[in-house]
């Protein structure tokens, strides 16, 4: 299967030279199917959803909801009043940390999350914890890059775990369905931050048990501006608006308001409409390369990365996980990582450097930053070639 060929960005030149695009972890490329769709929309049926009568403004809402549908089946949620469309992994954690965290978590209970968080799953906890007089704590990471006991941690006070699924940094794959169950034991419950994660592995919340799962569409081919978050809808049901305005509500008064059914009661205003129906574009083409094969390129392209970076002199790689998705992040010994990205950069390879939002975990590996190389399915093995030359090439003018 030629995939490469349906990414516009892919297929570019600069200066009659390919472009080799390695930061699919920070966001990923998009299908001319997604790039059409937002085209669409915008040419043919942009109209306000939920309020129209006409048949345009009912075609946009259709199409909208109709997406609700599509995530629904491919997270394998039960129901899709669980599914809440936000603008991204961040906005979906703030969700629950604000209307869950803020009305549930109490003084003195602790909120459990890891070193490897994103700052997205960090810093709202954080908030929540100084807001609730709760106490957070951490799973440690080794040097492996893996959780150190994790279910050690989760005791009877454990409120709420919040836990990435794969990391952003080192590509762990943590083991949260056993950090699930044992929560569920002292009747914790569960957020999975699945932003690394639903890009490469297919996600059954049903089958994970997961209490909430965020994800955002931009890093999974599909627009930015759109992001998702399952809720178990019993959960959700408890739990008070996140923003209060239009679409959330049911009645209002001068003096009362009451709030719309799930999911809308947690989709207040005009929503992202476009990015919406980009997303949906995006699962279909995921659904029709496959995520097996997704998952196999990207294994396959990881295991290559790191047998050949590994013979770079002076090369540190960042951890090393059983289980790992596409991501290498490493430094070169005396280079700095922003001076490689910019002479590779003037090669035409692009990498991410910097603290990935996640300083607890580069303070744990006693580093500022790392240069990140990170992969997706248009990725060829002959472009990890190109980056270990480009790599060689700036080390030689560094060093
Ligand atoms: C693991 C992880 N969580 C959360 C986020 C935040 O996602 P967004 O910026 O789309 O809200 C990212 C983005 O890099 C991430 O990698």
Redesign the pocket.
């Known amino acids: 299967m030629d995939i490469c060929k349906d990414f516009p960005f892919i297929n570019q030149t600069i200066d009659g030279k390919p472009l080799v695009y390695l930061d699919s972890?920070?966001?990923t490329q998009k299908p001319q199917v997604v790039i059409d769709s937002l085209s669409e929309y915008y040419s043919v049926y942009n109209a306000n959803i939920h309020r129209g009568i006409y048949q345009i403004a009912e075609k946009a809402t259709s199409e909208f909801e109709a997406v609700r549908d599509r995530v629904t089946s491919f997270i394998n949620a039960n129901n899709r009043a669980e599914i809440i469309f936000t603008?991204?992994?961040?906005?979906?954690?703030n969700l629950v940390a604000y209307s869950w965290g803020r009305k549930f978590i109490k003084p003195g209970d602790e909120i459990l999350i890891t070193e490897m968080?994103?700052?997205?799953?960090n810093v709202p906890w954080q908030l929540v914890a100084q807001a609730t007089s709760a106490i957070l704590n951490y799973i440690p990471v080794n040097d492996d890059g893996e959780l150190v006991n994790p279910l050690s941690y989760i005791n009877e006070k454990t409120k709420l775990v919040a836990v990435?699924?794969?990391?952003?940094v080192l590509g762990t794959v943590n083991p949260v369905e056993e950090i699930i169950s044992r929560a569920h034991e002292v009747g914790a419950i569960v957020l999975v931050?699945?932003?690394?994660s639903t890009p490469h592995l297919p996600i059954d919340v049903l089958d994970m048990d997961c209490d909430f799962f965020?994800?955002?569409?931009?890093?999974m081919m599909g627009p930015?501006g759109v992001?998702v978050l399952y809720g178990k809808k019993e959960i959700l049901d408890e739990m008070n608006p996140f923003l209060g305005g239009g679409e959330m509500i049911k009645e209002v008064s001068m003096e009362a308001v009451s709030f719309n059914e799930l999911p809308w009661k947690f989709e207040a205003g005009t929503p992202n409409i476009a990015q919406v129906i980009g997303l949906g574009s995006a699962i279909d083409y995921i659904n029709e390369i496959g995520l097996n094969v997704i998952h196999e390129q990207g294994e396959l392209l990881t295991e290559y990365a790191l047998e050949k970076m590994s013979d770079i002199s002076g090369i540190s790689i960042y951890g090393n996980p059983q289980d790992r998705g596409p991501v290498v992040s490493f430094n070169i010994a005396e280079v700095h990582p922003h001076d490689l990205a910019q002479l590779l950069d003037q090669q035409h390879i692009c990498i991410r450097v910097g603290h990935?939002?996640?300083q607890p975990l580069m303070t744990k590996f006693g580093i500022t930053s790392s240069a990140r190389a990170s992969f997706y399915v248009y990725n060829t093995i002959e472009e990890i070639d190109v980056l270990i030359q480009g790599i060689e090439k700036a080390v030689s003018i560094l060093k």
């Not at 990435?164 to 952003?168: A, D, K, L, M, T």
């Not at 965020?214 to 890093?219: L, V």
Request: proline share 0%.
């Open positions: 972890a920070a966001t603008k991204g992994t961040t906005e979906s954690i968080e994103h700052h997205s799953n990435i699924h794969q990391s952003n931050d699945g932003a690394q965020a994800f955002s569409g931009h890093k930015t992001g990935h939002c996640a």
